[in-house]
């Protein structure tokens, strides 16, 4: 009986301990106006490492830079560039008005569809069309879900440019990845800036890829091999429920190395949970309780971005960016309750401001 009442006692524990660990779903991942602040540290010092798996794990990253800074917005995909490439695509992420990717979301997952800009560097704009689309998460996602996908694209682009000494018509390029994705652990990751209870997700892509050129020799077309190569890509994304838009650290090793970190983009959002800061001056949201019409106001011309959170930390409106000195959001779709406005520049988080709403 004792040893019966002690194995109770440590599946109680266990399950207590599953049960504190969060849910990723689709809430937690960009929408159509939502703002994702990035920063890059290009040179992380020795002492970062990606740390350990397993249970109530501890992902300490105080120690990182900001060599970086890009704001990239969630758009509808038909405002994107050359976005009538991707007719199934229902959201677009604008990297930095350079790049567009395009992604088809869902319930049960996220599947990026290909990428449009200037990819060969050019100054002439191409859409790269997976022909097979990779996966990028799969919902709900827990600690130890896992999945295996493949992703392959065998794409040709109009070049038309010297390239070493021959006249480049067009090129190609077919890449065929595998994908092998694990949810590791579970448990809190720090910042720079804060601190967040997060699900780690493993990737390792094994990559095989090759590009030609077809090049120009007089009166005749020669198709000739660059490059054939295989390699293997390891990464760990750490995602929280409480800042949506996408992983709140992602740790990008150098192609086959299993330690060699070779960049880290970390997400500078401050953990508020339920408090009430009001660290920037110059902008208040009024009036409060509110009921149909929030106004924003602002003493300046400074970009900033703003988001209309629930209490679980879930985006329930994206306001986008404030251009005008007083800018007026309707609520009067949303619920009655406590709600947070969260108001962003292009460094992250700089003011939340907790409102009632009350129709």
Excluded at 10 to 19: P, V
Excluded at 168 to 194: C, L, Q, W, Y
Excluded at 246 to 251: A, R
Aim: with cysteine; aromatic share 10%; glycine share 8%.
């Amino acid at each position: 009986m004792k040893k019966i009442g002690v194995l109770a006692i440590a599946l109680i524990g266990w399950i207590s301990i599953l049960n504190a660990q969060i849910v990723i779903t689709s809430a937690n991942y960009g929408n159509i106006g939502a703002y994702l602040v990035q920063k890059t540290d290009t040179l992380p010092v020795s002492s970062i490492t990606p740390g350990s798996s397993g249970i109530n794990a501890t992902w300490n990253f105080s120690a990182l830079h900001s060599h970086i800074t890009t704001v990239d917005s969630f758009i509808n995909p038909t405002a994107g560039l050359l976005g009538s490439s991707y007719p199934t695509s229902n959201l677009c992420m604008n990297q930095g008005g350079v790049n567009y990717v395009y992604f088809d979301t869902s319930s049960t997952g996220v599947k990026m569809l290909g990428n449009a800009g200037d990819l060969l560097a050019n100054a002439t704009n191409h859409a790269l069309v997976l022909s097979d689309p990779e996966t990028i998460i799969t919902f709900p996602s827990t600690f130890t879900t896992t999945f295996t996908d493949s992703t392959l694209y065998d794409s040709y682009f109009n070049y038309g440019a010297m390239y070493s000494g021959y006249f480049v018509d067009s090129v190609r390029e077919k890449k065929f990845v595998i994908i092998h994705s694990n949810m590791d652990g579970f448990g809190t990751v720090t910042t720079p800036n804060a601190s967040f209870p997060c699900l780690r997700q493993n990737i390792l892509k094994n990559i095989v890829d090759s590009m030609w050129a077809k090049v120009v020799i007089g009166a005749n077309h020669y198709w000739i091999n660059l490059s054939n190569k295989t390699s293997s890509v390891q990464s760990y994304s750490y995602i929280t429920n409480n800042v949506g838009g996408g992983p709140i650290v992602d740790i990008q090793l150098y192609p086959d190395s299993a330690t060699a970190i070779q960049t880290i983009r970390w997400n500078p959002a401050v953990n508020t949970g339920i408090s009430n800061l009001t660290n920037a001056t110059g902008i208040e949201v009024y009036p409060n309780p509110v009921s149909t019409t929030l106004s924003i106001s602002k003493v300046n011309n400074d970009k900033v971005f703003a988001g209309i959170y629930d209490i679980t930390g879930r985006e329930v409106l994206a306001i986008g960016s404030i251009t005008e000195q007083n800018t007026k959001v309707p609520v009067g779709k949303l619920e009655n309750g406590t709600y947070f406005v969260k108001i962003f520049n292009n460094s992250g988080l700089v003011k939340t401001e907790k409102i009632v709403i009350v129709h």
